[in-house]
């Protein structure tokens, strides 16, 4: 391991980025969809929705293809492993398959999870009761005990480790909406002390029922597509999805000749402790990790010219980040002699929806998307803007712009915040 010294001067850099989106399967595919304010948000079909307030979500389809050929006759899998094949897959590949540079026993896998193979154990569940009553299911199937193999969270994991010979530390945090956010800087901290030198992190969480449920039942979700910082906005929606990145030291990935633009900076973890599902409404906890991850990359607040917003459309969510992200560049205003403003900041899940677990490592790939490309992400469906939410929200379309840091704010229920720091290569000093 390297010492304290050595490992403060560690750059880590992004290689390679994968993704599944209600917007697309692959990179290109959803930030096309972002930067065209395209919104995925619509009818869901994967279970019966007709006893919900709510219709709505950003479900993924037509996956099936994208899948590897060697993964599409197992199965146990659930959807929520063939997310995390497909996007696993063309990061490493767009990483230029690190597996076949470095020692299997030096790639970590840390994934953020959420509800696992839940739809298909709900599909065991709903078969197995009606051949209880002695009927069918609509379809005809019977309950298979095959259905509950994947329904651990941490079975995506076990299986991008087994499917791609990855045999280093492995991890799976579940920490709701932070989930995979959380993955990405754990991952970090693996490459950059030295324990490891690669990383495949992200995140994988898919629609079910229970969740689908469970936010109807807090009247939480919009019967609409969701309006994030909008006056009018009435919850969130909700959506699925995986993303994942691909981690090295910066010198080690130029010595294999990969290309270093994009990095991450710093991030921070920190527990909130104000209430089970809502925030401070000052926004103190989310203040707090944001100021933490920046100086966890030795970076100010003036340095940040983005943010990808957390942006759940919820009334208390959106209010407490906004009251953060003015606490959190006070001081910038005040600093600066010229005009200056706050970054301006959007909201992906007012495309795609929220997809709990997988949210941030989506939201992430999405940042470093905006930093390659220099455009800020829109915040669709926008009309009046909430004045307790006084932000540039990007409404509606996207905008190029000229920035080399941008944060990631992931807040989960319990409190549990993580802030994500990236950046374009030559902003580190």
């Known amino acids: 391991m390297n010492d304290d010294r050595n490992q403060k001067t560690q750059s880590v850099a992004i290689t390679g980025m994968g993704i599944v989106s209600p917007l697309g399967c692959d990179v290109a595919s959803h930030w096309e969809g972002i930067t065209a304010g395209r919104c995925a948000i619509g009818p869901i079909d994967l279970f019966d929705t007709s006893r919900h307030r709510t219709h709505l979500g950003g479900q993924v389809h037509d996956f099936e293809s994208r899948v590897p050929a060697q993964a599409r006759s197992i199965r146990y899998l659930s959807r929520s492993d063939l997310f995390a094949l497909i996007a696993a ?6 990483a230029g398959c690190p597996q076949t540079h470095y020692r299997p026993e030096r790639i970590a896998v840390v994934v953020g999870a ?27 199937g019977k309950a298979n005990p095959l259905d509950l193999v994947s329904y651990s969270p ?140 920046l100086r966890n990359g030795g970076l100010v607040a003036s340095d940040v010219g983005y943010i990808n917003a957390h942006g759940t459309a919820t009334p208390q969510n959106d209010i407490a980040e906004a009251a ?19 970054p301006p900041l959007s909201s992906t899940k007012s495309q795609i929806g929220h997809a709990l ?7 992430a790939v999405t940042t470093a998307c905006a930093l390659r490309h220099q455009v800020l992400p829109p915040t669709i469906h926008h009309e009046q803007t909430d004045p307790r939410c006084p932000l540039d929200v990007v409404p509606n379309k996207a905008r190029p712009a000229s920035f080399s840091v941008a944060l990631s704010n992931s807040f989960a229920f319990g409190g549990n915040n993580c802030a994500l720091v990236l950046g374009k290569s030559e902003c580190k000093k």
């Open 89 to 94: 897959a063309e990061a490493l590949a767009q």
């Open 114 to 140: 959420g509800v696992g193979g839940m739809l298909l154990a709900e599909r065991f569940v709903s078969r197995y009761l009606r051949s209880q009553a002695g009927s069918l299911c609509p379809s005809g």
């Open 154 to 293: 941490n079975y995506s994991t076990d299986v991008l480790a087994h499917f791609f010979g990855l045999h280093g530390e492995r991890a799976t945090l579940a920490t709701a909406c932070s989930s995979s956010s959380m993955a990405i800087g754990w991952g970090y901290d693996l490459v950059r002390s030295g324990r490891v030198d690669c990383a495949l992190v992200g995140g994988t969480d898919t629609l079910c029922e229970l969740t689908y449920a469970g936010f109807n039942s807090l009247r939480s979700v919009d019967p609409e597509p969701c309006r994030p910082f909008d006056a009018r906005r009435n919850g969130l929606s909700l959506g699925e999805g995986a993303g994942f990145l691909v981690l090295e030291r910066a010198e080690d990935a130029r010595g294999r000749r990969r290309g270093v633009d994009l990095l991450v900076l710093g991030y921070a973890i920190r527990t909130e402790c104000h209430h089970m599902t809502a925030p401070d409404p000052a926004g103190k906890g989310a203040a707090a990790v944001m100021k933490a991850a």
């Open 324 to 342: 953060a992200i003015v606490d959190v560049f006070a001081n910038r205003l005040e600093a600066c002699s010229t005009e200056a403003k706050i």
């Open 357 to 363: 677990g997988a949210a941030g490592a989506l939201e």
